[in-house]
T-cell receptor, first 114, second 112 residues
Framework: ETGVTQSPTHLIKTRGQQVTLRCSSQ?????VSWYQQALGQGPQFIFQ???????GRGNFPPRFSGLQFPNYSSELNVNALELDDSALYLC?????????????FGPGTRLTVL | AQSVTQLGSHVSVSEGALVLLRCNYS??????LFWYVQYPNQGLQLLLK??????LVKGINGFEAEFKKSETSFHLTKPSAHMSDAAEYFC??????????FGAGTILRVKS
């Protein structure tokens, strides 16, 4: 069974650019959540996708957007990058939306904005 | 709104000593609670979770946690620390739709 994978591992961008991060969910999981973890902080919920529909969003501006594909993989897009967007971006998948379900995390993508 | 507070951003213990990492939560509904561990430059790994039933939950690597509703706490313990336990630990509460709200984390240092 393949776990959650993310690509790329590291990324360096400059202010104003756009970035796309990718996530492959664990086999059999239809729910993908994205989190931003700034240095020295706990992960913050960005949004969640359930069966290709956005299913909840945290306190992030609209320039953070996403997609989920029929195979349940997902993308996180960030437009007009700002310095404060520098963080570890974590993707997590789960069997469904049930609050009791474990979320399985990928290794993350480290984004640096210069 | 649900929230999590982890007391102590850094905890240092000697190898073989008791590990106690504190977590208090705020929730308007019965909570689902989780402890995750993060090793440097890695993602999060689930240690244990409380959903319903037994309030003492056992997890991987010898860790356990007790859900105390009266104290709104879910502290993580391990009887004897090992050097490999050095990592950052996050307590989290799951809100509607399986969205996790995390605490700020506690870095555990294990001294030889």
């Amino acid at each position: 069974e393949t776990g959650v994978t993310q690509s790329p591992t590291h990324l360096i961008k400059t202010r104003g650019q756009q970035v796309t991060l990718r996530c492959s969910s664990q086999s059999g999981h239809n729910t993908v959540s994205w989190y931003q973890q700034a240095l020295g902080q706990g992960p913050q919920f960005i949004f969640q996708y359930y069966r290709e529909e956005e299913n909840g969003r945290g306190n992030f501006p609209p320039r953070f957007s996403g997609l989920q594909f029929p195979n349940y993989s997902s993308e996180l897009n960030v437009n007009a990058l700002e310095l404060d967007d520098s963080a570890l971006y974590l993707c997590a998948s789960s069997l469904d939306q049930g609050e009791h379900n474990e979320q399985f995390f990928g290794p993350g993508t480290r984004l640096t904005v210069l | 709104a649900q929230s999590v507070t982890q007391l102590g951003s850094h905890v240092s213990v000697s190898e073989g000593a008791l590990v106690l990492l504190r977590c208090n939560y705020s929730s308007s509904v019965p909570p689902y609670l989780f402890w995750y561990v993060q090793y440097p430059n890695q993602g999060l790994q689930l240690l244990l979770k409380y959903t319903t039933g037994a309030t003492l939950v056992k997890g991987i690597n010898g860790f356990e946690a007790e859900f105390k509703k009266s104290e709104t706490s879910f502290h993580l313990t391990k009887p004897s620390a090992h050097m490999s336990d050095a990592a950052e630990y996050f307590c989290a509460v799951s809100v509607r739709g399986n969205k996790l709200v995390f605490g700020a984390g506690t870095i555990l240092r294990v001294k030889s």
